[in-house]
């Protein structure tokens, strides 16, 4: 590989020359530059951004943890931020954990190695010490979606209300009738699955039903949903509805009730959560918790940048709300299912969703 010594030499000039012109950091005459700029050709040169970085202290590349990447949510998220960083300037290293706390630390070393400006972490959820090692690294952080059980976030937060999301979503089966709600929510112990259902809980007590008997627990994917709603229509009284903790388990719920021969939502009416672009795909397509990705993803780059630029020095955490968007897979409950012996009643004051 050519270095910064072979194009001075091809070019006739000095080290120092060729610095100038790659870095554009002093005035070189044309003649000058275009021989360097010709030598830069024939030789393949490519300038070390690691070594220009020593000189400014900054690699315009900001890193990214994300805990699967075959999660079309997250694949949403990091859309957003890579293209909030090119339109800054910047570069994205993203990294894919795989829900692995070791892969998670190994990924963080890396990327405090390669001098990133900033770094981007969705936590695997699942590691105790991630507090401790982000407080331990000189780069701004900014946690996405998941927060850390500590006391004290150690960094910038911004993440989606999904204690609300899983109110609204409940909120609008009670509103249709269902009393029966299913809930079907993520691995136990992560934190936004664990709040999500938190709110299916709220719904529920606020109309009086007891939740006791009608939660299961898949693991984000669509098998782990479609395990998950075998169970549940397994169970001795069958739901009319269920609120699922993400939209990849609600396409596989939807599949284990169509094997199941039950119509949706005639039969069972599905909320799901996230609204990834597959939900409005779907048979049919479905009501879902809308998580704002585009902001999740522009809200992360921008927390990063004024850190970046000395622009903030307090930590900062930002709440951002859900909404509720309507499809086809939710309807009144039927009078035959109304019929069967289930909770209690739904009070009639019930707010829409």
Known sequence: MATI??????????????SHVVNSTRHVSAEGRNRVEAAIRDLGYVPSAIARSLKSNHTRTLGMLIPNSSNPYFAEVVHSVENHCFGAGYNLILCNTHDDAHRQASYLQVLAERRVDGLIVVSTGQDATLARQLEGLSIPTVLVDREIEVPEQPCDLVETAHRDGGLLATRHLLWLGHRRIACIGGPRGLAPSEQRIAGWRDALAEAGIDAGGLLWHGDFTSQGGYEAMQAVLSSPQPPTAAFVGNDLMAIGALCAAHE????????????????????????????????????LGRAAVDMLLERIGNARQDRRQMLLQPELRLRASTAAVSAAAAARPGPAPVSSSLPSA
């Open 260 to 295: 199941r021969g039950l119509r949706v939502p005639e039969n069972l009416s599905v909320v799901g959560f996230d609204d990834i672009a597959l939900a409005a795909f779907t048979s049919p397509p479905l009501t879902t918790v809308v998580q704002p990705k585009r902001q």
């Open 5 to 18: 010594k072979d194009v001075a030499r091809r070019a006739g000039v000095s080290v120092t020359t060729v």
